[in-house]
């Protein structure tokens, strides 16, 4: 069966699905009966030369798509939610399915993209929203139906692990580790985005959507970056048996969804501790299935191409999902989990003593207490806490904060 | 839509598979639209007693399955190929679409189940194979289909990954970790099909199958097990950096496949490593999506339950693979890995320049070498080579092991 598709961008992405179709499109046609032929591609700025692109096919105008009856589904790889939201719209609208790797506007647009597909009667899918080529968007809607998911964890930002990796195996402080990463690509000019984790937020929508049935908005998301991340913090991570990475959590509760994106401290033994660089790895827990960990290329052209072009023949073989159907979540930010504590005291008798008491009055257990060095005026103190609630702890620094024999360095969440 | 269903087998995956249903079948149809009920359950005594199974839906024959028109599709859960062949073919033929957990099954007869499917115009649907709640089937014939797949490497045998565990983890020698196991239920009493790789061969047939569209029989995957496995060479692969685990190996060469089935030195680093207890992971290389992992139980009740179960779904939504079409595989004996090579020589001046001679004669580079221990009549002389031919290395071993000063101790292949 010959499919002709509609192709709106044509930067890393958009060149990467014109480049896999040329390799491997026989193959797929051979294989699993779909001939994908690319028909049109919708770009900003036509002129601009594109290696391996057919200059015929570039237009600027959306109608060429939108007109072209020829063209059953389109493939969106460009991004943004301006004028993304609209295209994607006016292309679902008009009955053509729609294939997209954009997390924003999933994660910000779900309902009026679902709306339009239905009026269109067209399909929408994502697997290349989250991930990249990891198919964790098909495991969900796919794969684990059966079960009863419970939580999702996972780094779903690779920019940002990649900075951490850096950090942890080098020792190199956040701004330098930034800096590689730009240069390699890793991470934009501009990397707000990626380090302070708006994107993994978008991706943690989508997958709780899935995961959970439950609608969370992006500002639902409790959301923290790395930028603040100390190169001493990662060291002492290390020395208790932990590495930080960025991730972002969902969990079902009863009756609600805790949604959060921020540095975490997970045991060098959890399978995400191995996912280095600027690789992806979401962990999955499911109450039949038990835990089950992806892994694998989190963007780049082919591998997000890859994921785009799968969801192409599926949608082509009439396999394409349905349509989510999720109910408003009640984002729940009374949660649990270990805490590590640095704070910056002064060596003298009675210290711990009464630090103790605080968390003690708050309800915190502590696990563990480090004193790192002696006899200075000052020196790192470090606590890490038994499953604690967040309300406990903001409690029970602030109070600490304010004796003045100590003083809170950083707070990061542990999850075992 | 109602589903009817039969269930062959009624043992721990077929009760999981009643329990399982029991537990989330509700949700699964208001989410999926499939309800799933289960109408007959073949069985070899009916007598025997199974905690929270109608007895009413119990029978010992066969043709109530095949006559019961209201039945579309069939769970197999009970393995092994007589009757497992027979009892397949009957209800492709009869058009039951066939969802099966039997690697046996599929690596033996694949072919005849295909022409049964054929003939019955009916589905074959094999996610349980392997890898229990381990989506690689799913991967391998829908994510990665825009892939040309070079490689899969896997632990697809839970039962030697729980025993190797117990040996690199506390020391443990083969016999008292296989007993571990066999007392914790996750080996048999006669461990032979577990041990000796026999059924991550079948597995590895699968897997090449859908990798490759290449039928690798299983009398054609080199399969060596883990029995003759000494507890030196696991303590000397962590000294090394190194982990030893049972892994399931198929590479994709010109006009041929590389099948194999061994113990295989992998880097600490390597995501497989931390794949430990009676945990699966497969890690699968493609041209375009890169190198990914997948990683989760691959056996147990409801982890099987619920890959057999996703596919019974899948198969009532219209949405099951086709029928894998392969070519029959020219399964290639010369292949290149690395190679451990533990001997114990002499301890006397020349030994490591008569040694090092034969293997430069045979063009096997030596990448390190260890010698542990002094002074004693003989001490362990450990190799370690860079990628070498098989053949060269069974050449140089047999010469080396010719000589009166030095005797081979143990082999082990080394994938980096």
Redesign the interface.
């Known amino acids: 069966m010959k499919v002709r598709i509609g192709l709106i961008g044509c930067g890393v992405v958009g060149t990467g699905i014109v480049h896999?179709l040329a390799?491997?499109g026989e193959?797929?046609a051979q294989?699993?009966g779909v001939e994908l032929e690319i028909a049109k591609i919708l770009v900003g700025n036509k002129d601009k030369p594109r290696k391996g692109v057919d200059p015929a096919l570039v237009t600027d105008r959306l109608e060429d798509l939108l007109e072209d009856e020829s063209i059953s589904m389109v493939l969106e790889a460009m991004g943004g939610v301006d004028p993304g939201l609209s295209y994607a719209q006016a292309c679902l609208r008009a009955g053509k399915h729609y294939i997209t790797a954009n997390k924003e506007l999933m994660a910000k647009h779900w309902e009026e993209l679902n709306a339009a597909a239905r009026e269109g009667n067209a399909t929408l899918s994502f697997?290349a929203s989250v991930a990249g080529?990891?198919?964790v968007i098909?495991?969900l809607t796919?794969?684990?139906?059966?079960?009863?998911i419970t939580s999702v964890m996972g780094i779903i930002n690779g920019t940002t692990n990649y900075i951490l990796s850096q950090m942890d195996q080098f020792g190199t402080g956040y701004k330098a580790a930034l800096a590689k990463a730009q240069e390699l690509g890793y991470a934009e000019a501009d990397p707000t985005a990626d380090v302070e984790g708006f994107d993994a937020a978008y991706k943690l929508c989508i997958l709780c959507g899935l995961a959970f049935?439950a609608r969370v908005k992006v500002d639902d998301v409790l959301r923290e970056g790395i930028s603040k991340l100390s190169a001493m913090d990662i060291e002492m991570a290390h020395e208790l048996g932990y590495v930080i990475k960025l991730l972002g959590i969902g969990k079902q509760h009863n009756g609600g969804v805790e949604a959060r994106v921020h540095p975490v401290m997970i045991p060098k033994?959890n399978?995400l501790a191995?996912?280095g660089g600027p690789f992806n790895g979401v962990l999955i827990g499911?109450?039949?299935?038990?835990?089950?960990?992806?892994?694998?290329?989190g963007a780049?052209d082919?591998?997000t191409?890859?994921?785009m072009?799968?969801d192409a023949?599926?949608v082509a073989q009439?396999?394409a999902a349905?349509l989510v159907?999720f109910t408003p979540a009640l984002v729940v930010n009374d949660f649990s989990c270990g805490y590590y504590i640095r704070t910056l005291a002064a060596d003298t008798p009675g210290v711990l003593h009464g630090v103790s008491g605080i968390f003690a009055k708050h309800g915190v257990s502590i696990e563990s207490c480090v004193q790192k060095g002696q006899g200075e005026s000052a020196v790192p103190l470090i606590f890490v806490t038994h499953k604690s609630r967040e309300a406990d702890i903001v409690r029970a620094v602030a109070e600490i904060d304010q004796l003045d024999y100590i003083s809170i360095g950083s707070v990061i969440r542990v999850e075992k």
Not at 143 to 148: A, E, G, T, Y
Not at 286 to 297: E, F, I
């Open positions: 896999l390799q491997n193959r797929i294989r699993d697997e080529a990891v198919p098909r495991m796919g794969s684990l139906r059966p079960n009863n049935g033994t399978p191995s996912v499911a109450d039949a299935a038990g835990d089950l960990m992806l892994y694998g290329r780049g082919l591998p191409a890859s994921a072009v799968s023949i599926n009439g396999k349905e159907e």
